[in-house]
C-alpha cells in the first residue's frame, strides 16, 4: 500500500484551540489570494428551478461566463 501526503486528521474537540483557529485563517486567507475575485459572481440571488439538467449546466456556464467578461473589464484588459 502506498501513502500519499503526511497530513492528520483533526479530531473535533468540544474546546477550540488557539492553533487549529491560526491554521483555519491562514488556509482561508490562502483561498482568498488564490481566487482574489470569488466573491465576484454575476448571479441574481433567488431560487431557480430547472426542467432539466441541461437547463441547469447552461444557466450556470452563462453565470460563469459573464463573470469572466466582468472581471476582464473590471481589470481594464484589451478586448
Same mark, same amino acid.
Given at each position: 500500500? +502506498?501513502?500519499?501526503?503526511? +497530513?492528520?486528521?483533526?479530531? %473535533?474537540? *468540544?474546546?477550540?484551540? !488557539?492553533? %487549529? %483557529?491560526? =491554521?483555519?485563517? *491562514?488556509? @482561508? =486567507? $490562502?483561498?482568498? *489570494? *488564490?481566487?482574489?475575485?470569488? &466573491?465576484? %459572481?454575476?448571479? #441574481?440571488? !433567488?431560487?431557480?428551478?430547472?426542467? $432539466?439538467? #441541461? =437547463?441547469? @449546466? /447552461?444557466? #450556470?456556464?452563462?453565470?460563469? $461566463? /459573464?463573470?469572466?467578461?466582468?472581471?476582464?473589464?473590471? &481589470? !481594464?484588459?484589451?478586448?
Amino acid at each position: 500500500m +502506498r501513502q500519499v501526503g503526511t +497530513r492528520q486528521e483533526v479530531i %473535533l474537540q *468540544a474546546h477550540a484551540s !488557539g492553533a %487549529l %483557529l491560526r =491554521e483555519a485563517c *491562514a488556509f @482561508n =486567507e $490562502t483561498l482568498q *489570494a *488564490a481566487f482574489l475575485y470569488g &466573491k465576484m %459572481l454575476v448571479v #441574481q440571488k !433567488g431560487v431557480y428551478h430547472f426542467k $432539466t439538467h #441541461q =437547463e441547469a @449546466n /447552461d444557466h #450556470q456556464a452563462q453565470i460563469l $461566463t /459573464d463573470t469572466m467578461v466582468a472581471i476582464h473589464n473590471m &481589470k !481594464g484588459l484589451p478586448t
